[in-house]
């Protein structure tokens, strides 16, 4: 049976989106994939040791204590990894599943520890879109270096943080089409592991269906956090030019923020506007059921919780064209607010959204248009259903891959190997060490020699050079460090094979055959005559570790 360790992180996002996916995901896995031995793992949970127990459902939960401040994330991490040994073992096939991005060093941990693990990451937001407000178009500009802004360096650190860890996880969840077309062209991640799997809930007999009757008062709802990257100060301003002219007419916030913040906004029309905080689910309902339009003009969205409630509960939805937000609007483009990329005029949006948000209020007909269209989106695309089979998919092509590493990685590990054999740290010949970097580039070598392609010709003729600097590097360690260079943990299969590998091959072979002459000096019982067999599928594991050893000269 395959251990599944849904990773959750103690965090304000665990309360509302990333949260509610995890719920989800424990529902539908726990209760309908019996082949996993489901499991949650909580760090830096508020515990003050370690401990395994089950929830209400029978789930069991490892939850880690959050460390005091002192010592580095990676450290923490090899702790975690420490005390899950008791519990999983190095050969065992297990699934980690992770939701938040700051866990990339624990993720190379986890590939280099257990050889049959499967790395699953759902992104769930991408940092620069909170900076930049989810435009796309800027972000492209700066990724690009076609921009002299000064945040251009802090968004293509974000960008490269990113990339790399989609690269190194073996399948990738996206909730929006429009992030898995992102990942495909701009971040250049293989399409084979990015999962489209949309946000999904399940079908209530007990919501209450949306009434289109006309109504005395008539409330405009809102559900979420309240954060700029939302479009608060605009729902308020664009509200503010319909409510001083219709008295019947009200908004809702539901959710935590700021609230000082946008009272103040909301000068000249406060007997207007409520702002309730978080409330139970009970509660909510009640507000659902009394909204005559929803809003949501967003900046940025991979798969709203918020809007498939109003999707369900079959409420007229006013949002943005933003991210992914804008194909929850498939239905009903004529409810969308656009966002100029290029040009955004914060008057001119305002005015766009009011325009809408009057247009849905006074037209019966477009509301329910809108509710019927809506309700069927969520029954074709954002249901628990539809998102449990496209998971079931997902789990099913993850097991029919190989557990190496997966191929987008080794650019990093390539430019880890040039970093050492640049700099030239003190290493003996141990597998994990200066004859696991040797294997590593040859292999890397012969791979790529299979390949077409001018990225991949490139690739081997700069490692093809890389690796003549690296057999003049072993050899001067041989030259200066005598048989000191072969400690005690030393095997000769892997140096075997590297060695017989390159005189067959004839590549630099003076050199290389100095340096069997220097080897065989010292004793070191390694000949071609003698080649045994040796595991090729393990150097890029080997090349992980030494990878993760973070050396410095």
């Known amino acids: 049976m395959t251990r599944y360790f849904l990773v959750n992180n103690a965090s304000r996002a665990a309360v509302y989106g990333i949260g509610t996916f995890i719920r989800h995901m424990t529902d539908y896995i726990y209760n309908n994939q019996p082949q996993y031995d489901f499991c949650i793992l909580d760090i830096y949970s508020d515990v003050k040791e370690f401990t395994v127990d089950e929830d209400e459902n029978g789930v069991s939960h490892y939850k880690v204590p959050s460390y005091n401040g002192y010592g580095t ?179 809702l916030f539901v959710g935590d923020g700021n609230f000082s913040q946008y009272l103040t906004l909301c000068e000249g029309i406060w007997e207007k506007v409520t702002f309730t905080g978080k409330v139970e689910k009970e509660k909510l309902e009640q507000f659902y059921k009394r909204a005559t339009i929803g809003v949501q003009p967003s900046f940025h969205e991979q798969c709203s919780y918020s809007a498939i409630e109003m999707m369900a509960h079959g409420i007229p939805l006013i949002a943005t064209d933003s991210t992914g937000l804008g194909e929850m609007m498939d239905y009903t483009p004529e409810c969308m607010v656009h966002i100029d990329e290029e040009n955004f005029q914060p008057e001119e949006f305002v005015g766009q959204l009011a325009e809408k948000m009057k247009l849905l209020l006074s037209d019966r007909q477009l509301r329910g248009n809108s509710s019927r269209k809506l309700r069927q989106l969520f029954h074709e695309r954002y249901n628990l259903c539809c998102m449990g089979n496209a998971m079931r998919d997902m789990l099913s092509s993850c097991e029919l891959k190989d557990n190496s590493i997966s191929k987008d990685f080794l650019p990093y590990i390539d430019d880890e190997m040039i970093r050492l054999i640049n700099e030239r740290p003190v290493l003996d010949l141990d597998y994990v060490g200066l004859t696991g970097i040797g294997c590593y580039l040859w292999w890397r070598i012969e791979t790529l020699r299979s390949q077409d392609g001018k990225a991949c010709e490139s690739t081997l003729v700069m490692l093809q050079e890389y690796l003549i600097y690296y057999i003049d590097w072993m050899s001067d360690v041989l030259e200066n460090a005598g048989k000191d260079a072969f400690s005690s943990c030393f095997e000769p299969v892997p140096l075997n094979w590297l060695l017989s590998s390159l005189i067959d091959a004839g590549f630099y072979k003076t050199k290389v055959d100095s340096v069997m002459r220097l080897i065989l000096s010292f004793g070191i019982d390694i000949k071609i005559e003698n080649r045994e067999d040796f595991d090729v599928s393990e150097i890029s594991r080997t090349a992980l570790k030494i990878f993760n050893l973070n050396l410095q000269r």
């Not at 005390?83 to 991005?101: A, C, P, R, T």
């Not at 996206?174 to 592991?193: M, Q």
Request: aromatic share 16%.
């Open 73 to 251: 994330n990676f450290s923490y991490y090899r702790c975690i990894l420490f005390l899950l040994s008791s519990y999983i073992k190095d050969e065992e096939n297990v699934i980690f599943h992770f939701n938040f991005g700051q866990h990339y060093d624990f993720i190379r941990l986890i590939k280099e520890k257990y050889r049959f693990s499967r790395i699953l990451f759902t992104i769930h937001y991408f940092n620069w879109c909170f900076t930049l407000n989810g435009n796309l178009t800027r972000f492209r500009k700066l990724i690009n270096d076609n921009s002299d802004e000064p945040i251009k360096v802090n968004i293509q650190n974000e960008f490269n943080k990113g990339k790399r860890l989609y690269s190194l996880c073996d399948g990738v969840i996206v909730l929006s089409k429009f992030t898995y077309d992102l990942l495909r062209k701009d971040y250049g991640i293989d399409e084979s592991k990015i999962h489209l799997i949309y946000n999904g809930m399940k079908e209530d007999s007990n919501i209450v269906e949306y009434c289109n009757e006309d109504k005395d008062v008539k409330e405009i709802l809102y559900v979420g956090r309240l954060d700029e990257i939302k479009g608060i100060e605009y729902i308020i301003k664009a509200f503010k030019q319909i409510a001083l002219h219709d008295e019947n007419v009200r908004l």
